[in-house]
């Protein structure tokens, strides 16, 4: 029995040790002194470039000076139509952004732009993140429900 008890101790233990602690990004609020303005501007561009499409229901697709890769692989014709069929449905036309708030990673210096999305119906309180990267790049775009509280996750 003695024996038993410290096997599954032992187990126990080697369990616990070998998953990794999640490890928490840094970010850090800018100011609007802080915020680099062209950049500011081509995030603008670029997310409202995205969500226009659920209006006009044509994209074009970005190119290497505007996104990375595996953003111009991920974002579609295709995948854009069935969000937005959701969208319209939900929250009706898209109408334009808002900038809320800019955030900077301090480990990899990727710039989140932080907009509400503006729709016709009232209900709507959307976000759309523009996260770009220190070249320039966006590096990721991520729609969701509007929240006052900033977590970092791409």
């Not at 003695?2 to 998953?19: D, Q, R, T, W």
């Not at 969500?51 to 990375?68: D, R, Y």
């Not at 595996?70 to 900038?99: A, H, M, P």
């Amino acid at each position: 029995m003695k024996k038993l008890i410290v096997i599954l101790s032992l187990i126990a233990v080697v369990g616990c040790k070998s998953k990794k602690a999640h490890q928490k990004v840094e970010t850090v609020k800018l100011t609007t002194t802080q915020i680099n303005s062209s950049q500011k501007n081509k995030a603008y561009e670029l997310g409202k470039r995205v969500l226009m499409t659920c209006n006009t229901s044509k994209f074009k697709p970005f190119n290497n000076s505007e996104a990375t890769q595996s953003v111009i692989n991920n974002i579609t014709i295709e995948k854009l139509s069935k969000t937005c069929t959701k969208f319209r449905q939900w929250y009706g036309t898209f109408k334009d952004l808002q900038l809320a708030e800019v955030y900077q990673n301090t480990d990899d210096q990727t710039t989140v732009y932080r907009f509400k999305a503006l729709y016709t119906k009232k209900v709507a309180n959307k976000e759309l993140r523009v996260f770009m990267n220190d070249n320039n790049l966006v590096s990721a775009i991520k729609t969701s429900d509007w929240t006052d509280t900033f977590t970092y996750n791409k």
